[in-house]
């Protein structure tokens, strides 16, 4: 059955740098979305991603962070100064169309941890 | 911003017993309702789907909609210790014609043998 996968599934920084967290959709899909979870609490939405361009961003999602589908099977989130708040688990989801009985399903998530 | 409420929990049920997880909407215009299962580190993993009032069952699990209510809820039948874990219920919200997952808290569960 069709997964979507991420690299690495655990990333440690330290603060000020760069991280680039990958993600790979199912192949036929269409609409991409990054979530994290800070530990312990809830699942939040930061982008969605259409026909190579931004559709929606969350307020978290703020001019560190970047999207980029470079090459047709990556999709990728990149956060490019690390704070110690976005240490967290990083969901990339995908889904074939954008109807709403349409399910996003979610790969096994990249831990972020910054130091 | 739309909210989605559950009752954090914890939720202790003994096996073979029904597990009941409810949770409720602010967006009354909300069409799509999910549960997913999260076990602890892991992503999180499609239960089931709901669109429109009433009962859909698969298998052990039975998801209820009442949309004038803006309530969702989920029935386990025969629990098992399996079962333990975090249920997070999910909301499509719709903004100018995008949509994201809204997402509760989620409930934790905890199956005793």
């Known amino acids: 059955e069709p997964e979507v996968t991420q690299t690495p599934s655990h990333q440690v920084t330290q603060m000020g740098q760069e991280v680039i967290l990958r993600c790979v959709p199912i192949?036929?899909?269409?609409?991409f979305y990054w979530y994290r979870q800070i530990l312990g609490q809830k699942v939040e939405f930061l982008v969605s991603f259409y026909n190579n361009e931004i559709s929606e961003k969350s307020e978290i999602f703020d001019d560190q962070f970047s999207v980029e589908r470079p090459d047709g099977s990556n999709f990728t989130l990149k956060i490019r100064s690390t704070k110690l708040e976005d240490s967290a688990m990083y969901f990339c989801?995908?889904?074939?169309?954008?109807?709403?009985?349409?399910?996003?399903?979610f790969g096994p998530g990249t831990r972020l941890t910054v130091l | 911003q739309k909210e989605v409420e559950q009752n954090s929990g914890p939720l202790s049920v003994p096996e073979g017993a029904i597990a009941s997880l409810n949770c409720t909407y602010s967006?009354?215009?909300?069409?799509?309702f999910f549960w997913y299962r999260q076990y602890s580190g892991k992503s999180p993993e499609l239960i089931m789907s709901i669109y429109s009032n009433g009962d859909k069952e698969d298998g052990r699990f039975t998801a209820q909609l009442n949309k004038a209510s803006q309530y969702v809820s989920l029935l386990i039948r025969d629990s098992q210790p399996s079962d333990s874990a975090t249920y997070l219920c999910a909301v499509i919200e719709v903004n100018f014609g995008n949509e994201k997952l809204t997402f509760g808290t989620g409930t934790r569960l905890t199956i005793i043998p």
């Open positions: 989801a995908s889904r074939i169309r954008a109807w709403s009985t349409d399910t996003q399903y």
């Open positions: 967006d009354r215009g909300s069409q799509s």
């Open positions: 192949s036929n899909h269409l609409y």
